[in-house]
């Protein structure tokens, strides 16, 4: 039984059979550092016999520093007037290019004086203004071939063997150039001459290129899965149509001076603006207030005073913070009921009347004995019918007595019953404490 292959087997089979099948993505290419041995691809029937199409780029426009635009300003040996690419432009945007109004950029390098932001140092040491300067671009059609170490070919496994679009800057194309200049049509596919670019890192990468020596003596005869997917990727609309791709880069002269007044959105990285803002500083899509990243950010506050301040919002969003079980608070103790004093017998004995209610259990206070004295049983305790005049009369939180009790008299002499009832009274209390001495 075969071995089931894993899935990056499977990702990896896939993808070659797409390389194989579609000739590659045509994406750019980007040379190692080293020597890289290419195979350049011929020149196809537009090209007139030049395996390399020309424009010239501004990088660096917009006011972050970001930006690119092709230069409008043609020159002499510039492929964009050319009618070909005026075509597919056309074709693209369903608008001719209109070439008349010139270069805005070229037109704001050329202020006297210059505007003192572009006399600012940028990027590798030289003014704003001179990075944004026009510099030529040479596009090529290319198959990385492998590495040329101890002056033997490396070659790179099939699937990497596919065509690209080489995007050379003056020294790599001029050392290009120069090969094909000595060697003659290097790009013949049944005798061809591989193309040795060296990419050395210095003070500044420097590019230089020569013929592989072995290709010199014994041209080579490209193999025919190559071959064919060369033939594919140069038809028209394909990945090495390279007027195609010159013209998808063109942009109309309002939006270059659209990219070069354009003002940093509230939604735009804070890292193109070069103040050590991360690239996804203010964008809400991307700020998630517990996400580890974010809370370790050094921008995390000013992050989320952006974020809030695009989705309208007063504050920043909070942390969430951990719930955390709250102690329950201790329960208060309700305050014991205070005892109200009970109004004397009207026949001036201790005994209850029948319609008395009966006496209520001591409490703790009144139940409170010396050491050593044995307590009372509660129904033989007669302190239970002494009215508590200390705790009770002053008590404000006492019910007021009925007001029955406070009307005057019939016969009129309140003062003399008043007292008489206060006489009497006091001496019932002098009485229950004798007795209870006594026991």
Known sequence: MAKRKSAMDRFRDRRRKSKATYGGGGDFFKP???HTALLICPPTDEMEGCCYAEIEQHFGISPTGGGMAVCLNP???SDLDADVVLRKYKERTKEALDLSGGCPVCERLEQDPLPPELLQIGKFGNTVAENMAAKGSWYFGVVPMGMIRGGELHPFADFERVPRVYPAGYEAWDAICDVIDLHGEVWDLDAACLVVLTKDKGTRIKYSASAFADTVKSPLRVP???RFAISKAQKPGGDLDLFRIIA????????VVSIMTATESSSAPAGDAGDGRPPCFGIS???EVDDPDCKDCSSYEDCGARVAEQNGDDEPPKKKRGTKKKKAAPKKKAAPKKKEPEPP???GDDEPEEDDPPPKKATR??????RGVKPEPPEDDDEDDIPDFESGMDDEDDDPPDDD???PDDDGDDDASDDEEIDDFEAQLRDKRKRKKGK
Request: zero cysteines; glycine letters at 6%.
């Open 224 to 226: 025919k899965p190559i």
């Open 248 to 255: 998808g880069m063109i942009k109309s002269r309002e939006d």
């Open 405 to 407: 009790e406070n009307e």
């Open 75 to 77: 020159n002499d040996s």
């Open 345 to 347: 017998d009207d026949d």
């Open 365 to 370: 206070r009144t139940k409170t004995k010396k």
């Open 285 to 287: 899509e991307q700020y």
């Open 32 to 34: 190692e550092f080293g």
